[in-house]
């Protein structure tokens, strides 16, 4: 089953997308943990997230994908990552949202911050927490990323979902 905004989220993704899934590279987690470490220096009273399959050590797209939440001083940590990774892919200033899409180590790095916590990444959160708890879990995402490997990007997060709401309890 997948939530109402499950389902919203899903209907903003392109079509044509196809879901690329490979086997775990630890370069990707380095590469993820050195960025973290790169920001952390950068902006000490920020809250990094690195979640995951890179950092689960599972099979997925090898990609790194890092959110951070704003501290309060939203208009500074935005300059400081500006000066570490340019000018973000997208900016949405009302809802204090920034994005970079950039490599690193030839691993595709998604960022993303925040000016707070949002409910849906709270939800991911609370999943990331279980996968990184109970390695049956995160072995059995892993068949299930493995599984939907070569089909739409739509159809592979609807997996991911129904599987994350599974775990989670979510309706």
Do not use: C
């Not at 973000?88 to 200033?93: A, E, I, R, V």
């Not at 970079?100 to 709270?122: D, I, S």
């Amino acid at each position: 089953m997948i939530t109402p905004g499950q389902e919203k989220y899903l209907a903003t993704l392109p079509n044509g997308r196809i879901a690329h899934v490979k086997p775990f590279d630890p370069l990707a987690r380095e590469t993820g943990l050195a960025l973290v470490a790169e920001i952390k220096k950068a902006l000490p009273e920020v809250a990094i997230y690195y979640i995951g399959s890179s950092v689960l050590g599972i099979a997925g797209e090898n990609d790194i994908d890092i959110s951070i939440i704003s501290a309060g001083l939203f208009g500074t940590e935005l300059s400081a990552l500006e000066s570490l990774y340019d000018k973000p892919t997208s900016y949405k200033p009302d809802k204090k949202r920034a994005e970079w899409k950039f490599e690193r180590n030839n691993f595709p790095v998604e960022l993303y911050f925040k000016g707070e916590m949002t409910p849906l990444f709270a939800e991911q959160l609370k999943t990331h927490e279980i996968l990184k708890r109970s390695p049956v879990l995160a072995k059995e995402y892993e068949q299930i990323k493995l599984a939907a490997g070569g089909l739409n990007w739509k159809d592979y997060m609807r997996r991911k979902y129904e599987f994350f709401n599974r775990i989670s309890g979510a309706n």
